[in-house]
């Protein structure tokens, strides 16, 4: 009862983070009906420095990293991205009115990563003092790529299967380059392989740093805005895309809180290590998830996985994933 | 003859603000036919910043203020933008050659304000060391409002008296809700919102403060080349339009020191306040008005009452104006 | 011997430099068929903040600086100027397959300054500890007008022999016009009228100087994914032009380093200036040069000039050009 109540408080108390009202704000005026506009060129600018910031930083932290410690929670990255997709595949793609392919390709974009959503958990972790290896942002790819090349592969084998006497090979290599030269994996590796290799040290405390934090809540406010827009949507899909979009966040963090806890107990991977896992694995793809699926499963309908994942996966990834995975982290380890 | 003296003194010495000095050089290089762009993003981002960070540093200031204290200047600020409107209604909209709904346009685009103006104002303040309340910037809905919906109210009124037997009623919320929604006010409210009921100080103090005061320099620049371009577009209005832009801003200045000063005796508001309270007054919208008299007062031409604002009414309040406001505030409250 | 192995060793350390591996990395990524775009607004507020960077300190420099010190060297950059578009005239524009137009078009744009790569040279100068003067960046006009100016001439009057009987004079003042009004020149010396007329130091410190670090890795990333780009267009040109822009940056810089020594030893010019010195006439104009040169030389193959200078002449300026000439000036002047 206490450790009941004790969770409630510290979940409640994460509410006050300004990522999560920027957010609520943006949905609050886009309801409201404002005529607010963000600049594209500022949201695809904050993105890059968002990316730039979690792959330079990653960089140099595996520069000094012990690489041993970081392949059980990469391997379990890999592995959470294809249970995912997986679970997709044998619940929302099987309901009555969700057609095979777009329910496919809805768990494909939710096995996928939010490098936006993956920002606030580590500046609310920071907020909170929780300490992670900071090579944990960088375990970001591991998780995104299989996730989208298996839902590819799967909507593939679907629709070969359905025309009779269709056997031809799945090509895997093409949705593997395809997706990592997208504009955010590529713009998370060139991070990666400037923090690793070079010596960014200076611009990197002097600019990707801190304006990362200030441009967060701008992207924060759009993705909140965008949420409320894209809500129609989803209506006109079926109902189901919405209770997965709302329960899948939240069940897929809890299986990579669990699996990040062996990690702990195995290699002990850090507190703050297991709940950027669970983030990573409640958060749904927002920029290079969409193209790569578009040109992956072509007859698929966007209208379903954006809308799922931008309307209600990403709010409740953020608004309720994040602060549920950091009380749950604080009561678990007792931090 | 001192007192003449030590005032131009002081107004002379306002010259050297930076922020006047951008505006004035934006107007010198448009003048010599520079080639010169700013993107357009840039410039929605910058006015963005500037209403984030007025609106939320208000919130802030609104949490801990004495609300007692904010009331008489709130409804001065109220008042002195329906004056604005009801001086304009009478002498500019009754001249010879003055389309009378473009001379209530005009004088509603002098009532509304102008957040860039404000903004430059209180940079000027703080380098002269000049105390004002946190939460005077955010008077600024209570004058634009007001101002806003009176212009298009006496609009309607004179067009529907124009046609023989119209008395349908003027609906004035539509008014205020199309103001609220537009993007300047929605952008400042959401940042009032935000600080009043989260803890953005982190994102405030790292992010939208710092950024505040260097894209300010870029806005003066931008308005200032703008300010040239539309000169041509008032020399095919007729001259009163002139004359007027460029008497109102020190009038409605003057007006509301005036308002701000008996504020002072009776509350103590403070001299910073006064001199806000007269920027707020001289300045006239450069955002958020335009859109707002174009749907309210659609038989209205645009390019009397903008070019009237940008190419005369801001660089006079922001050159002459808040300078002349300063040094009036220096001299009266020997400061 | 040691003397070889000393220089070597300095020139390779400065491929630590994140300037360059922004700019590598941006080669490598397109190489890579990255998808990755910079928004082309960020793009050119990134150039802007440079030039008034460069101008707003430059102008605060000059303001202190005894203007005896700075005539030589604007004398020699002037020269430089000059001189490049005189031998690209008489090697370049003489080869076969070159057209004369285009090979005097090209030299021009050699003989311009890059902005870009004027700065990458000062952080990396400061990263070694190495002094110049701060007005030195200043000299940037004094070399990039009358290059443009030369090369337009020239041009003109090859084209006016061509047809016989044709005698018209050229004119010079428009060129000059033309190109001081570019977006370029009239940001520079925007930020050096207002460096040396007003006080803008604190805008200076708290925006323009901290910004510009990182926004230029920004730029650095950006000419990196379009020198590669632009490789194409420079296929379909002679070879020539691939031969021309490969060696012209390091010949120019080292002219410009023997006459930078030259003022050295005659009124004490600083080592660093002598570099950049070097580093502006190496560089090739990317912002203001190919506009200006469309308009003055209009039968010119924007191809062949713009293709040699983004895609190899700015590279070999910044990655081989910069390095060399930082670790010539340590062994020179023995820092």
Redesign the interface.
């Known amino acids: 009862m206490d450790l009941l109540l004790d969770f409630l408080t510290r979940f409640v108390t994460q509410f ?3 990522s999560l ?2 957010l609520i ?1 943006g949905m609050v ?1 886009a309801a ?11 949201y ?2 904050a993105v ?1 420095m968002l990316l730039m910031r979690i792959g330079i930083d990653g960089g140099m932290a595996i520069r000094e990293a012990d690489l041993g410690d970081m392949l059980l929670p990469a391997a379990f990255a890999a592995l959470v991205g294809c249970l995912i997709v997986l679970v997709g595949r044998v619940t929302l793609a099987m309901l009555p009115g969700v057609k095979t392919e777009d329910g496919i390709a809805t768990a494909g974009l939710f096995g996928a990563v939010s490098a936006s959503t993956l920002a606030a958990a580590m500046v609310m972790l920071e ?1 909170d003092g929780i300490a992670y290896e900071a090579w944990v942002p960088a375990l970001y790819p591991f998780m995104d790529i299989p996730a989208l090349v298996l839902a590819i592969v799967l909507a593939d084998l679907y629709l070969k299967k359905r025309k009779a006497g269709a056997d031809a090979k799945v090509r895997i290599w093409p949705i593997v ?1 395809e997706s ?4 955010a994996l ?2 998370l590796l ?1 991070g990666l ?2 923090g690793l ?4 040290d ?2 990197f405390e ?3 740093d ?2 990362f ?3 967060l ?1 701008i992207l924060m ?1 759009i993705m909140g805005m965008e949420a409320y827009t894209r809500l129609n949507e989803l209506r006109r899909v079926a109902h189901w895309y919405g209770v997965y979009a709302a329960v899948a966040p939240l069940a897929h963090g809890l299986i990579a809180f669990g699996l990040g806890y062996l990690a702990h107990l195995a290699t002990g991977f850090s507190p703050g290590g297991v709940i950027l896992l669970a983030v990573l694995a409640g958060s749904s793809s927002d920029i290079s998830g969409p193209p790569t699926l578009r040109a992956g499963i072509p007859t698929a309908n966007p209208s379903s996985y954006i809308g799922a994942s931008t309307s209600i996966g990403t709010p409740v990834a953020i608004a309720i994933g994040i602060p549920l995975f950091i009380a749950l982290g604080q009561i678990v380890f007792d931090i």
């Open positions: 006050q983070s300004p009202a920027f704000g005026i409201l009906g404002s005529k607010l506009e963000i600049p594209d060129a500022i695809k600018f890059f907020a380059k990592l030269q997208g504009s590529s713009a060139l392989a400037l290799l070079t010596r960014p200076q611009v002097g600019f990707y801190p304006l934090r200030g441009l809540s406010l």
